[in-house]
């Protein structure tokens, strides 16, 4: 099985660390896309390690990003799939880290296709996580939440009114179907935003990683 490898920021205090946030980037690029932000993030919370892995496969459009599964079909079977087999991967990855550093309460947060994977990886966790971030992403195989949930880690969904790759009306029903499933949810939607991350979201995703790891 593939063994994740990729960029770590942290801890601020240079001391040992307390708790983790895994960070899952968006298609076709790699982990240092996410891990820019550990230095905006990390100094208010001192004793968190930031990680953030290269996906399991490389872009299959080619360059030099990578991708957690296929795009090359948008058949909701097949990204289910596809989610699924990348989910394994992720899940034995958060679970290293958390052994390796002796951390026990972490967050996962992913941005697009890293959201749709911490999703469905994040509310299946034995070891469940402090919370999800999920932006600009969708929940992917909704059906069988209800039936393969194994935790309620509270969720923030973030996501740009002006997104013209994934429409921010999938964040606003995997809002519902979490609901639906008592998950805690917060919601932010930024009017101006596309298809990615501003300065209007990191206030709200940092001040959710300072309560649930509080």
């Known amino acids: 099985m593939t063994n994740l490898t990729g960029p770590s920021w942290g801890p601020a205090s240079k001391s040992k660390p307390r708790q983790l946030v895994v960070m899952c980037h968006g298609v076709g690029a790699n982990g240092q896309d996410l891990i820019s932000l550990a230095p905006f993030l990390g100094p208010q919370l001192p004793?968190?390690?930031?990680v953030a892995p290269n996906a399991p496969e490389p872009h299959e459009q080619g360059g030099p990003g990578y991708q957690w599964f296929s795009l090359g079909n948008f058949d909701l079977t097949v990204m289910n799939a596809g989610v699924r087999r990348a989910a394994v991967i992720l899940d034995r990855y958060i679970d290293d880290q958390l052994v390796t550093h002796g951390i026990v309460d972490y967050v996962i947060a992913g941005f697009s296709q890293g959201a749709m994977t911490a999703l469905f990886t994040g509310l299946r966790r034995r070891v469940a996580p402090r919370g999800i971030i999920a932006i600009a992403g969708a929940l992917l195989d909704p059906v069988t939440l209800s039936t393969e949930l194994t935790n309620h880690a509270p969720v923030l969904l973030c996501h740009g009114e002006r997104d013209d790759v994934i429409p921010p009306i999938r964040s606003r029903q995997t809002?519902?179907?979490?609901?639906?499933?008592?998950v805690?949810?917060?919601?932010?939607?930024?009017?101006?935003?596309?298809h990615g991350i501003d300065q209007t979201l990191l206030p709200t995703a940092l001040a959710f990683l300072k309560k649930v790891l509080a």
């Open 184 to 194: 805690p949810v917060e919601t932010l939607f930024s009017p101006q935003l596309g």
């Open 175 to 182: 809002a519902e179907v979490l609901r639906a499933n008592n």
């Open 47 to 50: 004793n968190t390690l930031f």
